[in-house]
Nanobody, 129 residues
Framework: QVQLVESGGGSVQAGGSHRLSCVSS????????EGWFRQAPGKEREEVAV???????VYANSVKGRFTFSRDNSKNTLYLEMNSLESEDTAMYYC???????????????????????WGQGTRVTVSS
């Protein structure tokens, strides 16, 4: 079974920085429909930073200017650099990728179908104030 593996989670003080990594030995990242999600206790899962089908990176408003999504093709690895961490960033972080697209007649663009993709098991980040 294809699997993504996140690493780098841990505890960090508010205002600090942390970097998450996501690697797969079976899935080759393509540069589109890949990204980072998170789920905080008692909350819905949310997109943090994703590359859409048009290869644009979109960040959640809550992390814009603080988080950076990057890729290393040579290592087939995704990264999430997190700076100026806040207690609200405490969550389980997941990386995901999908090759399934759905054409939206409403938007006229192909949307990534994350539910049909591959996911990691998550890495927990705890930010203490």
């Amino acid at each position: 079974q294809v699997q993504l593996v996140e690493s780098g989670g841990g505890s960090v003080q508010a205002g600090g920085s942390h970097r998450l990594s996501c690697v797969s030995s079976e899935y080759k990242f393509s540069g589109r429909c890949e990204g980072w999600f998170r789920q905080a206790p008692g909350k819905e899962r949310e997109e943090v930073a994703v590359i859409h089908s048009d290869m644009n990176i979109v960040y959640a408003n809550s992390v814009k200017g603080r988080f950076t999504f990057s890729r290393d093709n040579s290592k087939n690895t995704l990264y999430l650099e997190m700076n100026s961490l806040e207690s609200e960033d405490t969550a389980m972080y997941y990386c995901a990728a999908t090759q399934t697209l759905h054409y939206s007649t409403r938007t006229g663009i192909k949307q990534c179908v994350w539910e049909s993709g591959v996911w990691g098991q998550g890495t927990r980040v705890t930010v203490s104030s």
